[in-house]
């Protein structure tokens, strides 16, 4: 067990490692110099070379990138071009501020999503099970801003129970701020629905046909039990997987739906520095978004290396 | 009824060369198709011949007229700039379904090389190649674009080129799945031995049998080719102002929503709902009778 989990956090580290470089070299490949887009049209010609030499952007690439990552390791992730002041507190205030929008919508979403999904298994083939499947299917491929549009104009327009923007005065209460979060959280919550269903569906479907769910049924016990003691456990384990993976859509989301309601959070934030060309807070932002992500498909194996005899034991081996 | 009476030898002998009804017979017995299709038809109509049906010219403003509700003359009111919203919705079909298959197809072939490349030789290029493709992945398809984006700037080309590239590594996992499954079997081995070069292997005795998987996944990679074209052109990156986009459109108008102006954004977002669900219905009905 402990050799699995260290190789599986070797991976992680190299993969982190390599994306730290596409992020890095990606923002190099920019025509014109941040020095030129932070002084703007009008700056003379030294005082943009001296700006450029101030924030290093001079030095060959290898040193900048060693400077830079180095930099990430020790915690400072470099200072922002647009605000002049270090990039580390914008990250963690965004954030904070997205993961209250990431863990609402994922409450939400996965007792819906595996709901859906067992109910579809459990009338396999038949109307609702047809019906669940390709109404997920359909929420997941309609990107997260025209479901959004759709939902400000019904609810928060026509008629007006909702706010249409995330934003909340600085020291909201709970509620106000959960008030201004729901329209926020139906887009994402379409997007990911069909994608934990269908998996809860497929798992479901294959647990209700194993030998073990057979032999419950056999044995005599009620429908309720053998769904509930041997289907649900053994179906909900592929689903633990895939919504660790879904992590990633949800933050792609993210940028979306904090664009579309105002909301002040790190997809938002990486969109601001990506238009105003702040290559270190946009490198900061994208990698931090990996850094959270790989560690989410890290729990995921994990928890499901855990709850799976047989691959503990393979694990082990 | 006729037929069948008059000669039932050659509706036995028909019956035995043709098999079981072909696929595209089954594909027209499906509701969902038959939608799907005629909704995507629409649009493609209106993507070649949207300056012809369009009952406005697009781009033309009438700054006395703007921010009109929907009437007998403007079906779908007028926008900030007095432009009529239907014609710029009709118009606006243009670049996203030439964007969308463009890009989608240049991911698939890229992904088609390296997929069968990673499967065939597996070892060290394998394992490398792997990496690259998770470190990709790890990131959330809309950030990577945007990432190209911002460093080449934002146009119609890097929008295809972007998304192309982005799609290469999520093709070539599902080929390299469907090259290693083909790898084992005998009519490679013998290939081998014949000592048949590499290349010749890869394209002429490989692809053709995992063509159908690269097949499935092109038309899958175009719902989300649309998905993240009309989401990049939201997010200002696409195609650019004044030409009508879909995304871009609502991209420029939703701060207007507040104000009560809401048929500037919902009638390019339901355009854009048609066509991804009419894709949907398309490629669902494809996979269910190939499937079954």
């Known amino acids: ?187 994402l919550v379409l997007v990911l629905f069909g994608y934990i269903a269908r998996m809860a569906r497929a798992g479901t479907i294959e647990a209700l046909d194993s030998d073990y769910a057979r032999t419950a049924t056999l044995k005599g016990l009620r429908k309720g039990v053998v769904i509930r003691r041997h289907v649900l456990r053994n179906a909900l384990l592929p689903t633990i997987t895939v919504i660790a993976t879904q992590t990633g859509y949800l933050i792609g989301g993210l940028v979306v739906v904090e664009t579309l309601f105002n909301y002040q959070g790190i997809g938002r934030l990486i969109l601001t520095a990506a238009n105003g060309k702040d290559f270190p807070m946009l490198e900061a932002g994208v990698l931090t978004i990996g850094v959270v992500y790989m560690v989410a498909t890290l729990i995921a194996d994990v928890l499901y290396t855990l709850l799976n005899p047989r691959l503990r034991s393979e694990a082990a081996g | 009824m006729t037929q069948i009476a008059a000669a039932p030898g050659e509706v036995a002998i028909g019956h035995a060369i043709a098999g079981p009804t072909p696929p595209w017979r089954l594909l027209l017995r499906r509701p969902g198709f038959l939608i799907g299709t005629g909704v995507l038809a629409f649009w493609v109509i209106c993507a070649i011949f949207g300056g012809l049906i369009a009952p406005y010219d697009p781009l033309a403003q009438h700054l006395l007229a703007k921010n009109a509700a929907p009437s007998s003359a403007h079906l779908f009111g007028t926008d900030p700039l007095g432009r009529d919203v239907l014609s710029r919705v009709i118009a606006g079909a243009r670049d996203i379904l030439l964007i969308s298959p463009l890009a989608t197809a240049i991911g698939t072939v890229l992904g088609t090389v390296l997929g069968l490349v990673m499967g065939y030789f597996g070892g060290l290029v394998d394992t490398m190649l792997g990496r690259i493709v998770e470190a990709v992945l790890a990131l959330p398809v809309v950030i990577v674009a945007f990432l190209f984006i911002v460093a080449v700037g934002p146009s119609s080309i890097t929008l295809i080129v972007v998304i192309g590239f982005v799609f290469t590594p999520l093709i070539a996992r599902t080929v390299r799945t469907a090259v290693i499954v083909e790898g084992q079997q005998d009519y490679l081995a013998s290939a081998r031995l014949l000592g048949e070069r590499p290349g010749y292997i890869l394209f002429a005795e490989i692809l053709p049998n995992v063509l159908p998987v690269v097949v499935v996944e092109f038309t899958v990679r175009l719902g989300y080719a649309i998905f993240a074209v009309a989401t990049l052109s939201f997010l200002g990156f696409g195609v650019q102002q004044p030409t009508p986009d879909w995304g871009g459109d609502i991209a420029a108008n939703y701060g207007l929503l507040g104000a009560g102006y809401w048929w500037e954004t919902l009638f390019p977002a339901l355009a854009i709902a048609s066509l991804v669900m009419a894709l949907n219905l398309v490629t669902d009905a494809i996979e269910q009778v190939i499937s079954a």
Do not use: C
């Open chain 1, 1 to 187: 067990m402990a050799r699995y989990l260290l190789r599986r956090l070797g991976l992680a580290v190299i993969t982190l490692w390599i994306l730290s470089m596409i992020v890095f070299f990606a923002g190099q490949v920019l025509p014109g110099d941040p020095g030129r887009a932070v002084l703007g049209p009008f700056a003379s010609a030294s005082a943009v070379r001296a700006y450029d030499h101030q924030i290093g952007v001079d030095r060959p690439l290898v040193v900048q990138y060693l400077a830079w990552i180095g930099g990430m390791l020790h915690g400072s992730m470099g200072t922002s071009y647009a605000y002049r002041s270090p990039v580390g507190p914008f990250i963690l205030a965004a954030i904070g501020n997205s993961a209250k929008l990431a863990i609402l919508a994922l409450v939400i979403i996965i007792p819906l999503g595996i709901a859906g999904g067992v109910l579809a298994a459990l009338y396999y083939g038949r109307a609702a099970d047809r019906s669940i499947s390709l109404l997920g299917l359909a929420a997941s491929t309609v990107p997260e801003f025209v479901s959004g549009i759709v939902v400000i104009i019904l609810f928060g327009i026509a008629l007006k129970v909702l706010p249409i923007t995330a934003a909340t005065p600085p020291g909201s209460s709970f509620l106000t701020q959960l008030d201004h979060l729901i329209l926020p959280v139906i887009p």
